[in-house]
Each structure stands twice: as C-alpha cells, then as structure tokens.
C-alpha cells in the first residue's frame, strides 16, 4: 500500500492511496471536506461523497502524468517502471504542475 497526499493551492485536500494496481481510494481530508469555502478538486471529484473508489488511477491523477518520450525519460531518470502510474504521479508532481494540484509523498516527512 502506498500514500500521497493532495493538495490544492497549498491546502492538504485529501490522501490518494494505492491498495494494489486495481484499487485505488481518495477520500477527502476532514477540515477540507467541512470547509464550505473549498471546493472539490475536480469535476469528476466533488465534495458531494468523501470517499471515492477505482480500480484503475482516477483519470484526473493519471492526466496530471507525463505521456510518451517525457514518461519514458522521467521513468528512467527516477528509476521507476514505466507502467508504475502512482509512482510516477508521487514522483514528478511534487511542485511544478500545470494546475492547482501537487502531491507529497506521506512517507518522504
């Protein structure tokens, strides 16, 4: 099992957790979900239900993942199988995202 917490402009949203490569959870932290001022992380991520379930990367972490010769140097680079989605997303989206979404790894504390 692994963990990343997400975050939305520097505000700790929730935690993404990989049970194993078909089951994944992100469930909104508690202060985010209870706080009226925030809103969800995405269209397909509302703060409509605290916990969502997949069996696959929710595709708006793995759009967040570098596509072709960038994922192939980046998986190389950083050592990482280049079919490993959840450790590429904990690996490269630490601080410069297109978005308003970065990552941290809960181990790396």
Do not use: C, W
């Not at 793995?62 to 450790?87: A, C, H, P, Y």
């Amino acid at each position: 099992m692994r963990a990343i917490e997400i975050y939305r402009n520097g505000i700790l949203a929730g935690t993404l957790t990989e049970e194993n490569r078909q089951h994944y959870v992100f469930r909104y932290n508690d202060n985010y979900f209870n706080d009226a001022t925030q809103s969800g992380i995405s269209l397909t991520l509302p703060k409509t239900e605290k916990e969502y379930k997949s069996e696959f990367l929710f595709p708006f972490f793995f759009n967040m993942l570098s596509e072709g010769v960038n994922r192939k140097l980046q998986s190389t680079q950083l050592k990482i199988d280049e079919e490993d989605n959840f450790g590429l997303l904990a690996a490269t989206a630490q601080y410069d995202t297109v978005g308003a979404i970065t990552v941290k790894p809960i181990d790396a504390r």
